[in-house]
């Protein structure tokens, strides 16, 4: 039994049923029977046509489901339009269901779980676990979510910049649990990079490869975080890393920038640097011109300061921090490194101190919490 293929073909399956008249729970719950039978049947039958088998037996599923429902007994003509045996249309609906997934009247959140368990073909306990929600949880999000889009007009979905950022919440989730979330996010880009010629989707995948190229990187042994300065760049994935670059430079040839392709032009020259020292922090700082220009993102300007503070010294860096909210995510970390950079060592350990009292994550807050006291011995 080849489980990829089914998990490749069952997107396509359950859009289908849906552009076919199916709601949404129920085209799911019908092309999960389907696939149950399909591991029953095909090792010893396999089909010549795998899609066009799962259309028809999901199909037949709904249907049979249509007629029980007593609720549901005006939908009672779709019995007559069974498509007949034979192959499945060749267009892929995968892009569909995407934009369905991803429409803009669901939360992140639902979205996220939606796109992870009608596309990704997830279960709902791998979804919870990498979520650490209990799955009751999950099961609830993801059923609210589906009764969000069964009211929707499938010829109605949401547009692609939803798409990409709910495919980017799915990447920044990292990993947790069973489920790698960050690969999946990379397989789910592929798929839709496959489907739909957009700078953008580009540019995402591009910067998914580079950043996760740097992953085995990122923690020492003990789990603490290492900072990109101090990485071990032998333990970069360099395929990964030529293949985002590749990517990139296609995509910003077609002269249509968006956020996502800066994002990876600055992870790209992180990339080439031989060591930290050969960061050309110069060009970084342009790009963030350019993405702030694009998103004006509070965080992006955050990260510019750090740009800042590189090409043009720590001082120019907290001039330009000061421009900034002092109640940014991270704003009194990057204040306390580069007043270190700047040689004050006092107010650098009390803002490590401070910024640690607000991390968001316990590898994030040990991390601080040891430059607090790292610099506190050296006064």
Not at 282 to 295: C, F, R
Request: glycine fraction near 4%.
């Amino acid at each position: 039994m080849n489980e990829v293929l089914l998990r490749n073909l069952t997107p396509s399956v359950l859009a289908i049923l849906v552009r076919r008249g199916a709601d949404f729970a129920a085209a799911e719950d019908a092309v999960q029977d389907a696939l149950v039978e399909a591991v029953r049947v095909w090792p010893a039958d396999p089909p010549r046509d795998p899609k066009g088998w799962l259309v028809t037996v999901a199909w037949r599923r709904f249907l049979d489901t249509v007629r029980a429902d007593a609720a549901r007994r005006r939908r009672e003509d779709l019995v007559n339009e069974e498509p007949a045996p034979g192959p499945a249309p060749a267009a892929d609906d995968t892009l569909r269901l995407y934009f369905l997934c991803a429409h803009p009247s669901l939360t992140p959140s639902s979205a996220v779980a939606l796109t992870l368990r009608a596309v990704g073909g997830l279960t709902t306990r791998q979804i919870a676990r990498a979520y650490l929600v209990p799955e009751a949880t999950m099961a609830q999000r993801i059923s609210r979510a589906k009764r969000t889009v069964s009211r929707l007009r499938f010829d109605q979905p949401g547009d692609v910049a939803t798409v990409l950022r709910v495919l980017y919440l799915v990447f920044n989730e990292g990993y947790s649990g069973d489920v790698d979330l960050a690969a999946e996010a990379i397989r789910l880009t592929r798929q839709l990079a496959a489907v739909i010629d957009h700078p953008e989707v580009a540019g995402l995948l591009a910067l998914m490869l580079l950043h996760h190229a740097r992953r085995a990187a990122r923690t020492a042994p003990d789990g603490s975080l290492v900072p990109l300065a101090e990485q071990d760049r032998g333990r970069w994935d360099t395929a990964s890393i030529a293949e985002g670059v590749a990517i990139l430079q296609a995509a910003l040839a077609r002269d249509r920038l968006g956020e996502f392709q800066a994002q990876a032009a600055i992870a790209a020259l992180h990339a080439d640097a031989p060591t930290a020292e050969e960061t050309d922090w110069v060009q970084i700082v342009e790009w963030y011109d350019e993405l702030a220009h694009l998103t004006d993102s509070p965080i992006v300007r955050l990260n510019r300061a750090v740009a800042v503070g590189e090409a043009d010294g720590p001082r120019a860096g907290l001039a330009a921090l000061a421009a900034l909210d002092a109640s940014l995510p991270r704003h009194t970390a990057v204040a306390a490194y580069l007043h270190e950079r700047d040689g004050d060592l006092a107010t650098a350990a009390r803002l490590y101190a401070e910024a640690a009292q607000k991390a968001p994550n316990l590898a994030e807050r040990g991390h601080l919490t040891r430059q607090a006291a790292r610099l506190n011995a050296r006064r």
